[in-house]
């Protein structure tokens, strides 16, 4: 996984993906999110770079540009909600997030496992 530095101790952290959809059907999944109420007021969350994605070794497919990330808070929890526009149609979607925040960012590989 690739990883920035946050600048601030105790910073912002992502939990396990949790895949809420099947194969043959638009994705939805969520990854749930550790961060204090500064982090969360400025968060964004998207797509890695190009360069983000060589860096990983992971392809950048087309495919990747119907997914959506919006950041869902319910009081204390929050979440990254992951959504696509399309119908997932191979069992392996691998890409790279970026988070970014006041005083730090963060990428992350992501596997997402779809079953039939």
Do not use: C
Request: cysteine-free; hydrophobic content about 50%; glycine content about 6%.
């Amino acid at each position: 996984m690739l990883y920035l530095t946050p600048a601030s101790a105790g910073a912002l952290s992502l939990g396990e993906l949790e895949v809420q959809s099947r194969l043959n059907a638009p994705l939805q999944a969520i990854i749930p999110l550790s961060a204090n109420a500064a982090e969360l007021a400025d968060l964004e969350v998207g797509l890695g770079t190009e360069a983000a994605f060589q860096r990983a070794g992971i392809e950048h497919d087309e495919l990747l540009y119907s997914l959506r990330f919006a950041v869902v808070k319910h009081g204390d929890v929050a979440h990254i909600l992951l959504t696509s526009t399309n119908v997932i149609r191979e069992p392996l979607l691998e890409f790279v997030i970026s988070l970014r925040w006041a005083n730090g960012g963060m990428l992350r590989e992501v596997a997402v496992f779809l079953s039939p």
